[in-house]
């Protein structure tokens, strides 16, 4: 076991102009929350959807969006990224483990600043009480499992699991999304924020991600 767990080469498969398109898509991110504060009222009529959703469900559906509301706890994100860390390091490498981690937990944590400089007021929930959390724009919930699915994707690369497990988790960032509107804790323009930031927060980190090991890579040899 202990040979598995090599250095290897730490540069994560990425797109052309990776940190470009995820600056592109950072301020993409939150032009689309100031639009969805400035025009507020316009916002808060998107509420019917959660309206709908709620109207509509079913108790397995209540069941699956209480289990994924715990999908952005702290110790559920941190337990998710080191079993994530160590499955990468036994295949690939420790610092492609490492990278993993850090492009999907860094990706997340990033849009944080979105939301508090959008500052968007979070809807009162369908039980009358108001949600933990201060802001509304973006979702981290599904700004967390967008990134995941960046990461996720990068270090597959080349391997048949690839696009099967990208699917899986593109499918679970949507569930996760419908969980928030079915609990009436978002509006839907935060489930968009959350996709475009999860992708964009894990394409600035992986972007920088690879340069630093590049940079180290040269300064060694």
């Known amino acids: 076991m202990a040979k598995k767990f090599q250095m290897g080469t730490g540069v994560l498969s990425a797109p052309r102009g990776a940190f470009l398109w995820g600056l592109g898509g950072y301020i993409l991110t939150a032009v689309i929350g100031f639009i969805a504060v400035a025009n ?21 559906q209540e069941w699956l969006a ?10 559920v994100v941190a337990v998710i990224l080191i079993v994530m860390g160590i499955l990468v390091s036994i295949w690939r490498g420790w610092l492609a483990g490492l990278g993993s981690m850090v492009v999907a937990g860094a990706g997340w944590l990033l849009i944080a600043g979105v939301k508090l400089v959008v500052a968007e007021p979070r809807p009162v929930a369908f039980d009358g009480s108001t949600y933990k959390e201060a802001l509304s724009y ?16 990068v270090v597959l690369a080349g391997s048949r699991w690839r696009w099967p497990v990208v699917i899986f988790l593109c499918l679970l960032t949507l569930a996760t999304g419908w969980s928030r509107l079915l609990l009436g804790v978002h509006y839907p323009m935060d489930i968009v924020g959350g996709i475009v930031g999860g992708l964009s927060g894990a394409f600035l980190v992986l972007g920088v991600w690879n340069w630093f090991i590049r940079l180290v890579t040269r300064k060694l040899h």
């Open 40 to 60: 507020l009222e316009w916002t808060m009529s998107t509420y019917i959807v959660d309206e709908y959703f709620y109207a509509n469900t079913s108790p397995f």
């Open 66 to 75: 209480t289990i994924l509301e715990d999908i952005d706890r702290y110790d």
């Open 138 to 153: 973006p979702s981290g919930h599904v700004t967390f499992v967008m990134a995941l699915t960046v990461a996720v994707c």
